[in-house]
Every structure is written in structure tokens, then in C-alpha cells.
């Protein structure tokens, strides 16, 4: 294709074989009146079902389709950033395969980016078919990111939203491995809106994101957003050394008044809340060292192993600035 597509959509997909052939049908049906050109890149975060040959099997049939295959499961957000790599389209739509967010919403992403909108974001008003629990932490969460961040990160809203071409240019050039893709799209800037959807339940197979995942994701977020947790300790250690000069002051007191206090139970009592606090203040130093750590290291993000235009390209292209 030498024309530029007007819009590229971007499907991360893992393990999704029953939902590729659906999102097609729906996509290009709700999408192709209402751009000019679209192309579609799925790209295969290592699945172990018939997830690329259902991807290949689309390209060949239909030459706006496109695949990228990596090496191994490499993460959600780490195919998104491989599709807005490799995007050719003017403006760029992320969706998930599993029609969580439906396709049906896009037209209303491209009415607002015509309108001069730069990133479209789709927001949740409801979701169905969720677990009470992934619906309860999710919105503490985000409630929780607002509260402790500086950037202006819409709360219940995902990966799903339209990016345009400047916005798609300066993302490309963020150098960092740890991606909280929502967060990343937030603090770019440029002019962004909102539109509302329902989030549907998953067309097939279950949830890709386990708790594990999940949680790892949450602290990706937090600790690419704020220093919050880091100022915790300085903030527990004044209250706390506040509390001792107190107490000290009492013991004295009453050592002067001849009143010997035992203090067994105080000391034991002290001894464990501070054992305590400080093992969790080590463990917050932790999460972000180790996350400096991976930084430095400086790995590509993925690695691809096959893609259906033949692009034999390992190793994505390095970005500014590393
Ligand atoms: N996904 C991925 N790699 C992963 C996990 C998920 O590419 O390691 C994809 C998945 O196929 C889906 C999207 O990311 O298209 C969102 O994942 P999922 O629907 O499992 O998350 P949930 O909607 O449950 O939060
Ligand atoms: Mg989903």
C-alpha cells in the first residue's frame, strides 16, 4: 500500500482465536463507510492457540490487514506500543480483541478527532459482565491514581481511544520500557475529549489480565505517575520520630517521680510497628529500583518473530533519546 491509510486500527491480541474473525466482521463493517482507507494491525503477543493463523489467514484475503508476530508473550502493553510503531494510517485507534469495546464506538472517535480533537478516549460509563471484583479494584484504583498523580488521567478508561497524528508522533518517542500506556497518552497533552461506551462482556475465553498481572500493572502506573509512595515514608517517619520524642519525654517524667513503668508489652509493641513500616517503605524503595533497573538496561520493548508483509525485522527501531 503506498497510499496512507486515513485511519489504523491496533488490536493487541493473545490467546484470542474465536474473537479475531468477529472483531473483523464488526470492525470494517462499523469503520469502512466512514474513513478513507483503514488498515488493520493485529499483533500476536505470543498466543498459543490458532491466534496467528487466524491473523495470516485474514491478511491474505484482505491486503489492509497486517500481522506482527512476536517471539514470546512480551504484554499487553508492550503490543500496543509494536502496533502504534508500525501504524501507517494518518490517525490510530487502540481496541482489544475481545470486543469489550465495540467497534460500533469508532465513527464517534473519528466525528470528534475531525471535529480537531487530538486523543479521543473512550470512557466507561458501565461494565458488563464483569467480575464484582475487577469492577470494585478497578475503580478504586483509578479514583486512587487521580488522587496521588499530577497528570490529568481520566478515571474508568482504558487503552480504547483515538490518537492523532502529532499525538501518534510524540508517543512513538517516549523511551521507556515500563508502559502505562493511559497515563503516557494522558501526559502528552495536545487536546483531548471524551466519549462515553458501555463496556460489553468478552465475546470468548476468559480474562488475560490475572490478578498477578494485574497488580504489576497498577504499580507500573503508579510508580510512572508519582512519587506519592516514596514521600510516604518521609511523611510516616516525622509522625512517627514526632511520637517517640513524646514518649521519651513521659518516660523521663516518670523515672524523675520515681514511678517505674515496665515496658515489656511497649517495647515489644514498638519494635514490631516499626519492623514493620520500615519493611514496607524497603519494599516500596523496591518497586521503583527495580523498575530504574529495568530502564537501564535498556532491552527492546518486544521482538518480533514473523510479520504477514514479510518485514523480516527483529528488533524495533530505537527510539529517540536511547
Ligand atoms: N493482551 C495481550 N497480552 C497480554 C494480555 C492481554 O495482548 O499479555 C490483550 C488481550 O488479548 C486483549 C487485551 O490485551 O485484546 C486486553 O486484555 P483482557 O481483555 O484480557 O483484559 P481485561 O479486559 O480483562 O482487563
Ligand atoms: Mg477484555
Known sequence: MSETPELTVVVP???EEESIRPLYDRLTAAVDP?????EIVFVDDGSHDGTWEMIAGLAKEDHRVRGIRFARNFGHQAALTAGVDTARGTALVIIDADLQDPPEVIPELVARWREGYEVVYAQRDEREGETWFKRATATLFYRLLRAITSVDIPVDTGDFRLMGPRVVEAFRALPERNRFIRGLVSWLGFTQ???????QPR?????????????RFAFDGITSFSFFPLRLATWTGFVVSGLAFVYIGVVILLKALGINWPGYTSIMASILFIGGVQLIMIGILGEYLGRI?????RRPLYLVREATDGNTQVVPPSRPGT
Open 34 to 38: 466512514v474513513v478513507e482507507g483503514l
Open 13 to 15: 491480541a493473545f490467546n
Open 193 to 199: 475529549t471524551a466519549v462515553r461506551y458501555r463496556r
Open 293 to 297: 533497573f529495568d530502564e537501564v538496561k
Open 203 to 215: 465475546l470468548a475465553g476468559e480474562t488475560k489480565y490475572p490478578l498477578k498481572k494485574m497488580v
